[in-house]
């Protein structure tokens, strides 16, 4: 609990003296109450809640405050994932078997001949990696990022050698490309963004007409439930409680919308697109200590995850912080600390043989300009 009568004070610009006459109490003890020596009596809590225009939840710090200003997630910018390549390459093999994409390739998108690709938000070109092999000779893959440190990785992955391969280090919302292409594909962009729609709609502008526009994206509801590790409670591994109040505050707030896999489909039809279906990548990970690259897994697992060490209480403070002001309460914020430490304090224990299964639904969207 902690209690919010400085800030209170501060913001409705009242001296101590003044909130302790008001009070009916000596200047001293509000002193007291908002450096935690001493707690105001219980039946003062009701007259101070009313007096600043707040509940008692807000007022013991238990639910964050309307008045504070929020502080947008800053996923979607250039400098969060230009300090992220690590994370990226620990993730992205965890969402694709490469036999499921050459289905889609030649099975349901039917692509038999060469194509031009271009790859919306593509970081250091994992895509490209996966998709230049499978494409039919000939093909050109080009992939744009805003981020320099990310396109210049790309560049020295990708062999453009044997591929025909451009990366544009620009921000897809403010390029223009004098160039249309047969497939425009983007993965993992939209969840990140405070403009799914936007951005959507700038993809389907790169696109020739009768071109294929594609998302791929991770439902973060079944992503939250998608863990499973041998020795803990699966019940216990799938509560997140204060994750809905915090997606939604973020949509309010900021536009960044957490269903949005699911409402691409949508999207595409509002946006013009015909032809449109929707898909779910088979990748289901399942690591064990006989696995040849045991170690690798499960150390690209602990990165993702932030499970590389346990959080002190100065370190749980911040994050508490940070999830109140997106819209979860004291409680829950508390509680997501609590379950990432025990987490963590068990991979610890049984790094060796650690048994975990991972799913994170990946969803396909697609249309036809």
Not at 61 to 86: A, D, M, Q
Not at 317 to 333: C, I, P, T, Y
Request: aromatic letters at 12%.
């Amino acid at each position: 609990m902690k209690l919010m009568i400085a800030e209170l004070r501060k913001n409705k610009g009242v001296s101590q003296q003044e909130l302790a006459t008001v009070m009916g109490v000596a200047h001293q003890t509000v002193s007291k109450w908002e450096t935690n020596v001493t707690f105001p009596d219980i039946t003062l809590l009701p007259q101070l809640a009313n007096y600043f225009d707040v509940s008692v939840d807000e007022l013991l710090g238990l639910k964050p405050l309307p008045s504070r200003t929020y502080i947008p997630c800053e996923v979607g910018t250039k400098n969060y994932w230009s300090e992220r390549l690590k994370y990226l390459k620990n993730t992205r093999n965890f969402l694709w078997n490469k036999d499921y994409l050459q289905f889609l390739i030649e099975k349901v998108w039917k692509i038999n001949a060469p194509i031009d690709i271009l790859d919306c938000g593509c970081g250091y070109g994992f895509l490209g990696t996966m998709l230049m092999p499978l494409m039919p000779k000939g093909s050109t893959y080009t992939g744009i990022d805003h981020s320099e440190n990310l396109i210049n990785e790309g560049r020295g992955i990708l062999n453009t050698d044997e591929y025909a391969v451009q990366f544009v280090c620009e921000d897809v919302l403010t390029y223009e490309s004098g160039i249309k292409y047969d497939f425009v594909i983007s993965q993992a962009v939209l969840r990140h963004i405070d403009n799914s729609t936007l951005f959507l709609n700038k993809m389907i502008s790169f696109t020739k007409v009768g071109g294929l526009v594609v998302c791929a994206e991770i439902n973060r509801e079944l992503e939250n439930v998608g863990l499973y590790i041998h020795g803990m409670d699966y019940d216990f591994l799938c509560q997140y409680p204060g994750f809905r109040d915090m997606w939604n505050t973020q949509l309010k707030r900021q536009g960044r919308d957490y269903s949005v896999a699911l409402k691409i489909p949508e999207m595409m039809r509002d946006s013009g697109l015909r032809d449109i279906d929707i898909r779910m990548s088979d990748k289901v990970n399942f690591i064990s200590p006989e696995h040849a690259d045991y170690a690798e897994e499960v150390a690209a697992f602990i990165d993702a995850h932030e499970l590389c060490e346990y959080k002190t209480g100065e370190q749980q403070a911040l994050v508490v912080e940070r999830l109140m002001n997106h819209g979860m309460d004291r409680k829950d914020a508390e509680y997501y600390c609590y379950k990432q430490n025990k987490i963590t304090e068990f991979i610890c224990r049984n790094q060796k043989s650690l048994t975990f299964t991972q799913f994170y639904g990946l969803h396909f969207s697609y249309g036809i300009k």
